[in-house]
């Protein structure tokens, strides 16, 4: 009889999720924002050490301009979860975004300056939503 050897899943790394939609990144909302900057900032930011992808409207208008900051598998093996971040308006918070997936993100460093400021719950539904 054989045995199978358990595959170990390649590591994923930390994934920032930019809203972008109906109220988030936008100059009516949010005017003298440059949006498609801080974007910029972040992927070049962040590098090889995660992923940063923008989505369509997440449905948590309230807060915005919303980042969540999801771990990486290390991460979550730690125990972290994904970080919601509200009110991403001002330049030294997306600096502050980049430094601490560059550090590990949720699980493995503790969110730097003002960051856990911005943080905010979600509901359930919400939080399926970007997951499935």
Known sequence: MSRRTRREAPAAPCTVTVCRGCCCGTETKHPGVDHLGQFGRLKEGVGEAG?????????VCAHSNVVVVNPSSEGRRAGGRPVWLGWVVQDDMVEEIVDWVRAGGPGIAEPPGTLDLQEFAVSRRVRESLEG
């Open 51 to 59: 992923r940063v992808r923008a989505v369509p409207c997440l449905d």
